[in-house]
C-alpha cells in the first residue's frame, strides 16, 4: 500500500479511532503528517485527557516543551463529541488553533469539524461606528485618516470583521479605537447593523461550535458576568481546556478583584464627547464638565509612583492627606452623571456613559477604602497607563464555586504547572484539590542544547548607563546567534530604548511590539 492509499484509510478510519491510534508510531498523524515524531509523552498526555472527558473528572498536566501539547489535547476533544471551550494565554496562540492546527486535524475527519474563535469585543469593527464617521469624520491627524481608509475598504470583504487581518494596522491605531466594537458604546438590539454586527455572527457561530477557542482574559470576563442576566458572552459547555494555566489564577484575580485607571477616565471622557457630538447633545456645560474631568484625573494619578508595579497599604495616611484631590475626582466624575441624566431623548446613548462613570467612582473608591483583607492593593505603571488594582488574594474558592462545580471537566496544562515536582501548589491555589494529575517530562535534553548565559559587567538597570551597555551586549549576542533573537523586557520604556539604540545598529530585520498586530 502506498502512502496516498495509506493516507486516505486513516482518513476513513479517523471517526471510530481513540487517541492511541492517532498518536503511535504508525497511527494517524504518522500516516498523514510528513514530519511527525512519536513521542511517547505526547501519547500520555492525550491518553490522559481523553480519560477525563470521558469521565467527567478535572485533570491538570504539566508537559515539558517539546511534548505537542496542542495536539494532545485538540485531537481527544475533537473525538469527544462534547462543546468544549478551549482557553490559550494569548491570541495568538488562538489564532495558530484556528488557522493551523485545526485545518490540519479536519484532514482527518470525513464530517466538517464545528470550531470557532472568539475574541474580546475590541478585537471587532462596529459597521454603525464605521458608516457614522461616514456622515460626522472624527479622526485626528494624517495617520488615522489613513487607517481610516484602510478600515473602510476591508470592511465590505470581511466575513469576521476581526482587526487581525488588518496586517498593516499598527497596534495603538487611533482610527481603530474610535471604531471598534467594545461593549461600552454598544446599543444592542437597537442598533440598526445588529444583525449584520461582527459581534452577533460571532455568538452564533459559537453556539453552533463543538470547539470554541479564547483566550484567558475573554473566558474570565464571562464567567465574572455569568451569574448577571444576558450578561454571558460564551454559551453553555461541557468541558474547558486551559493552555498555558500557569497564568489563569493572576488572570482570574484581575476579573475578580477591581482595576481603575487613568486610561479609563481618558477614555470615558472621549466617548463621551464623540457621541455628544454625534447624536447632538453637545452644550457648553457638558464640555466643561469632561475638561474638568480630565484636569483632575491627572491631579489625582500624578500622585502616585510613575513608573514600575509597587504594592499600596497606607490607606488611611494616603486619605488624610490627599483628601481633597481625592474627592475633587469624585464630585467630577458624579457631576458628568448629572449633566448626562439631564439630556433628554438620547438615553439609550447616555446611559451606558453614566454607568461608566459610576463603575468607575465605585471602584475608585473600593480601593481608597482598602476595607477587603482579602483582597491585596497595588499600583502599575504600563506605557501610558497607570493602573490601580484590587486582586482577590486567593481565587480557589471562587473558582471552585463557579466553575469547578459547574463544570464536568476542567483541564489545565502548561510546562510549568509543579513546585519541586509536585503539584499541591498549583492544586491549593486554584480549587483542584481532587483533580487527577500527571507529569509528563520534556523531550529535550537541556544539558546539550542550552546554553545559559549572565554578563556578570552590566551595571545596576537602574543606573542611566544600563540601556547602551545592555545594546552592546545585545549587538554582540544578535550578531553571534546571526539574527536569531527573541528580546524580553522589564517595561515599554526600555524596550523602546533599546529599540532605538540598536534599529541602525543590526543588520538584521528588527521588530518592536506595537507596530503591528
Known sequence: MNAATQAETAVRSAR???????????????????????????????????????????????????????????????????????????????????????????????????????????????????????????????????????IREWEPVTETGDRSELRMLTENSGAWWKLDARSDLCAGQKCQQFERCFITAMHRRAVESDIIIVNHHLFFADLAMRDQPFAAILPEYSAVIFDEAHEIEDVAGQYFGISVSNLQIQELIKDTANVSRQKMFTSAELDRALVHLGDRAENFFRLFPQEGRQAFRDHERFLEQYEEIYGELLFSLDALCGRLEMVQGAVDFTLPLVRRAKLIAQALRFWISGADAGCVYWMERRGRGFYLQATPIDVSQVLANRLLERTDSVILTSATLTVAGAFEYTQNRLGLQNARTALIESQYDYAKQVLFYVPPHLPDPRNAEFAKKAADEIEWIVDASRGRAFLLFTSYQQMRQIYELLRRRLEYPLLLQGDAP
Not at 469527544?80 to 484556528?98: A, D, W, Y
Not at 470525513?110 to 474563535?117: A, F, R
Request: glycine share 6%.
Open 16 to 150: 471510530k479511532l481513540t487517541v492511541r491510534k492517532f498518536f503511535t508510531r504508525n497511527g494517524v498523524l504518522a500516516q498523514t503528517h510528513p514530519s511527525y515524531e512519536y513521542r511517547p509523552g505526547q501519547l500520555q498526555m492525550a491518553e490522559a485527557v481523553e480519560e477525563a472527558l470521558a469521565e467527567k473528572r478535572h485533570l491538570v498536566v504539566e508537559a515539558g516543551t517539546g511534548t505537542g501539547k496542542t495536539l494532545a489535547y485538540l485531537v481527544p476533544s475533537l473525538l469527544s463529541g462534547k462543546r468544549i471551550v478551549i482557553s490559550t494565554g494569548t491570541k495568538n496562540l488562538q489564532e495558530q488553533l484556528f488557522y493551523k492546527d485545526l485545518p490540519f486535524l479536519q484532514q482527518l475527519f470525513d464530517k466538517p469539524l464545528s470550531v470557532c474563535y472568539m475574541k474580546g469585543r475590541s478585537n471587532y469593527l462596529c459597521r454603525q461606528k464605521l458608516y457614522d464617521a461616514e456622515r460626522e469624520l472624527m479622526l485626528d491627524g494624517l495617520e488615522e485618516a489613513n487607517d481610516y481608509r484602510m
